[in-house]
């Protein structure tokens, strides 16, 4: 934007950062409590718990200071520039309100890992209680709170493990760009991120709720002040999932470099605006339904009690309808990293290039009208049940496409066997298996048996944990040496990649045959017979957590205890984010680049450098 | 687009793959075969199921065990061999390659989803009526995927779900309540799914039967038992804190006299409590009003 | 020697000239977004009056508020967001932004307090069905995101001063009229289907 000349002196003199937050947001919370318990509902407190997150996550963000901008502008006075990133190198702008996408995306980073570690102690914890056929080891009520808690806070981290920290730290050295198109949105996106979490661990004081990640009422108007948890921290991840969209897509759209033409554009950023499309129409659907929920919940309305005019459907349909799209958030920018990855180490161009991005646009589109399959035995109208079933299974055709293009890429390559690109096969072996799972279920007289049942887990956690994190992991150690500076140890990467691999298939392998033989899901009890499943299963699950662990000691101990700072491009890959120093400058290039190539013309003879740098100093100049 | 030619290159690893994977599918279809597939043939919809999941597993062998040996044979044969980082062939894109994936992949899954409702029209899987005021006894749906033949000999049963246990009403007996689910065996039963409180999903697994029980909705599913024999029921649905513990492990298939037997003895029984207990309705509403939160 | 590359930042117009897309980019997005949100609320009218369950989409005698004073409300919408359209666009000269905006605010906040005023005095009570329910829901829901984008228009009404922005940044401030455009449109049809289609 145009800078104006004077700029003001007069600013709001707090220090802004997450210190001042977490302080705004302790009476902040006690404001809300006091202020919901003055309408006098008839509501268990729930106007109260609901005002009281609001009002604490809105006291955080202004204490992190992104209330400045606002006031700033309605108190008349010259505004702040938008887009100056932080010059300040030090490690307090991480705390604070950062307008420079790279430090977002290493908050994310951060900030997500930690969500995940809780999440996977989560998951122990669950699979531990399996160990045993009844309810001794958890009782029932705890049983089904903590499988809530880790349900949910998985959801939260894997709609933004890869958009957050990849999609922002990339998304502009990738398409040539010196800055986001909106850094003050997408800094909220992730401010949000850190109240979202806390306050689905609240949920925890209350007793936990109980309807799982997918709060189906009337049981979700039954539960405890702990659902209003559930409700405020989903709802700040929709307000995530749509800020974090608008920027992304008006980046992708608005920012490109001359010369980075749509057909340049590396497919991982395509994989990126796939899904941002996807959040930014979803999400607003989920706030509707959850207002609503909250409406049910503290005012009496009965959008959802079937005796008072209501329907239980209502929700249903709209929680899938955003639901679907949802885990099409999460695995897009994992394609998009496994189609990005495997050129540059396969030294081939991406094979079907245009092919591969009409599978990531047929795939989104597609996502938007399958939701009913979520919905097959819940008694809707007979006649839908084919025409959601046929396009279910349609979706497998552009899922397909994508396995066609990077198969293509690996057809009579040179491969570079890297930890990422081992990565990238184990996600290839995994979601293979999730996809075909899906097809299964996406076929009514199976899903009969199949829907509800641990066949319906293992589909998920194939695609989801076999296939995101995995690419996660993938886009770790292929990106991390860019964003940090430092190598990921390549013989712990090796060690890690096969323990999580091997580990990860003897934990959800079995799991399909344990559906197939009548195990309900989210249960703590279950069929004596299933005892020496359950176990292996419980033993194989340690043994993953222990490899995630492991990858955690990898990141630490490079990042932090290792002096060997990493190449610029030790990959030496063509792609434009390798062609800039390491560390990133503040605003990436010295002047706009002129791309002149795409980044996947390897074995092209006389292929142009990627781009035209300027003659920038530390730029390695296109591979 | 002229005559699709295989390059020189190319031809020794197709050949390999071809070979490999034809081997595998082999084994690996005739491996299918030999499972016993849930869930398994208690019942006619259960049977039809059964070879649903074996043919899907049959088609699904081939494309899994395809794609992992490409997986494999690239990392084998495609990898670097020389130290320095040589760049491979300029491949960009195959038209007829991408052309006959797409295709095949959209042929096999249109197969399925033909298959799938060709076995949903003629086993009538479920239907499903939101009918306030419904007549007792009226057997089929409104919506027209109906019983073939019309309104046969079916046994109607209602399945009551509430938390956290199952009842059944029989509506040709007066209504009568009981406890475990007793079907003759050979003939067709009409199952009315509902529900007292909150979502609730009646899966009974030996009998291929699962319906989400909500309350204020009358969710019929068709189902033909053809074998005697016990079957579990299980809850399907998260319905808060005994979900796990929703279970009735006596539910029977039992012929036709023991069952007018146990059905008498059951009338019998509860003749009582039958008369306090509210009259057989599509659905109930025992709170008028259930208050939120 | 290095080529020139088309630095957006050394050129003041270009950079302007980029501002105003992004902001009219994001603004096409965010209504986008807004379209889904309010469609979900479409959706759940349309459906829990098809099925009226129990008989309880509304409760006996239940029926829509005063046709005409809702029509109040949808009018002081439109007029808001005509204003400002009117006064925002580039080809209007600053005397009419600076005249407009404010009434354009003024307008603003008497749709907010009279739409906040007619859910306080519903005539019916929440518990009172699904048409109940789905009009105070629809209606709040509305007139939060009105109010939002009223108190948003009081900030280009003080940064119209000379230290202010909204003058030098002229064209993206005329994206912001299409949003109170799009306010008021599902006004329309919010005052359609919870008056007249009920």
Known sequence: MVVPEHVSERRLSIPNNAITGILLAIPGYFAGVWLGTLFGLNDDQNTGVILGYVFATVAFLAGVGFLNYPLERLFGWRVSPLTDPDENRGVGRFFRLSLDHKVIGLQYLVTILIMLLFGGIGAMMIRTSLLVPDSSITPSGNYISLIGLHSVMMIFITSAVIVGPFGNYLVPLMIGARRMAFPRLEALSFWVVPPAAVILAAATFWGGFPTGWTGYPPLSEQASQAMDSYIVGFALIAVALVTSAINMLATIIGLRAPGMTWTRLPIFVWGIFTTSILGLLAAPVLAAALFMLTLDRTTQTSFFLASNGGSNYLWENLFWFFGHPEVYIFILPAFGIIMEIVPHFARKPLWGYRTGVVGLFGVMLLSFFVWQHHLFVSGIAPVLRPFYMLSTELISIPTGIIFLVTLGTLWRARVWFTVPMLFCMGFLFNFLIGGVSGVYLSDVPTDVTLHGSYFSMAHFHYTIMGGEIFALMAAAYYWLPKMTGKMLSPTIGRIHFWWMFIAFNSTFFPLFIVGLLNMPRRVSSYDPALVGLNRWVTVSAYFLFGSMVLFAANLIYSWFFVARPALANPWHARSLEWQVPTPVPARNFERVPLVVAGPYDYGIPNARPVADLGGMVGATGGG | ?293 | MAVRTRAYEADAAAEAALDTRLVGIGTWLALAADIFFFAAWWFAFFYLRALNNNQAWKAQGVGPPSKGYGAVVLVLALATAVAYFLGSRPASGTFLFRLLTPVALVLGLATCLFQGYELWHLGFGLTDGGYPSVFAGLSSAWVIQFGLATAWLASIVTQAGPAGDTIARRRPASSFAWILLFLAATGIVNYFLLYFVA
Not at chain 2, 29 to 42: G, M, S, T
Not at chain 2, 258 to 263: G, K, V
Request: aromatic residues 10%; contains cysteine.
């Open chain 2, 1 to 293: 687009m002229g005559v699709f030619r295989i390059e020189e290159a190319d031809r020794p690893h197709l050949l390999r793959l071809l070979i490999i994977w034809v081997v595998l599918s082999i084994v690996g279809i005739l491996a299918a075969l030999q499972i016993h597939y849930p869930p398994y043939d208690q019942s006619v919809q259960g049977q039809d199921q059964s070879r649903t999941l074996a043919l899907l597993t049959i088609l699904a062998l081939p494309v899994f065990i395809g794609v992992v040996i490409m997986v494999l044979y690239s990392a084998i044969y495609f990898r670097r061999t020389t130290t320095e980082l040589i760049d491979g062939p300029p491949m960009l894109g195959n038209t007829p390659v991408q052309i006959a994936w797409i295709a095949i992949s959209a042929a096999l899954v249109l197969f399925l989803a033909v298959v799938g409702i060709v076995t949903l029209a003629s086993s009538n899987v479920a239907q499903a009526v939101n009918a306030p005021g419904r007549a007792i006894g009226q057997s089929g749906g409104q919506t027209g995927s109906g019983t073939a033949g019309g309104a046969g000999p079916e046994l109607q049963v209602q399945v009551v779900a509430q938390q956290w246990y199952f009842t059944y009403r029989y509506a040709d007996y007066g209504g009568v309540e009981t406890t475990h689910l007793y079907l003759p065996v050979d003939r067709p039963v009409e199952l009315h799914v509902t529900s007292l409180d909150i979502i609730h999903s009646f899966w009974a697994y030996q009998l291929g039967v699962k319906a989400d029980a909500n309350p204020g909705v009358d969710n019929i599913f068709h189902v033909t038992p053809q074998k005697t024999g016990s079957f579990q029921v299980r809850c399907a649905e998260l319905c808060g804190l005994w979900h796990g513990h929703m279970a009735d492990s006596e539910g029977q298939v039992v012929s036709q006299s023991e069952f007018d037997t146990w059905i008498a003895q059951q009338q019998k029984d509860y003749e009582v409590i039958s008369k306090a207990v509210p009259s057989y309705a599509p659905f109930y509403f025992p709170e008028p009003l259930l208050k939120a939160g």
